[in-house]
């Protein structure tokens, strides 16, 4: 009679813990990474602007709609780099670039977020303009 409890008690928490990890994997899980570069062609051409990468990735299982990219910075507000509406599907990535000549005014430190359609806000690390 012990050995069917502990049976039962075994599969019963084998099953709550299989629902707990797909209900985290149905959630949308955004990643932001920023990065400054340039862009060379393939012929090895480069503009010689400095651009601020902005890419985002949907780790989740569930497709989200990005709404807006901005930058924020606790004494200049927040300046818009996007205004998309552009749908990231479910492990996928979007990649948005900006000269840094336009966000000039941006000043150290700031950060990157991405707002998707139902509202919900993700931040990226704080980042250094240098």
């Not at 955004?30 to 985002?56: M, R, T």
Request: aromatic share 10%; charged share 25%.
């Amino acid at each position: 009679m012990d050995i069917i409890a502990v049976v039962a008690l075994i599969l019963s928490l084998s099953s709550l813990g299989w629902q707990c990890f797909t209900w985290w994997h149905s959630q949308a899980r955004i990643e932001i990474q920023v990065s400054k570069g340039k862009i060379v062609d393939g012929l090895g051409n480069s503009d010689n602007k400095e651009k601020l990468f902005i890419k985002v990735i949907n780790h989740g299982d569930k497709d989200i709609i990005i709404h807006q990219i901005f930058m924020k910075h606790k004494e200049n507000g927040f300046l818009y780099l996007q205004e998309p509406i552009a749908k990231l599907e479910a492990r996928n990535c979007h990649t948005v670039f900006r000269n840094l000549e336009y966000i000039s005014d941006a000043k150290v430190p700031y950060e990157v977020f991405v707002v998707d359609a139902t509202g919900k806000k993700y931040a990226s690390k704080p980042i250094s303009s240098e």
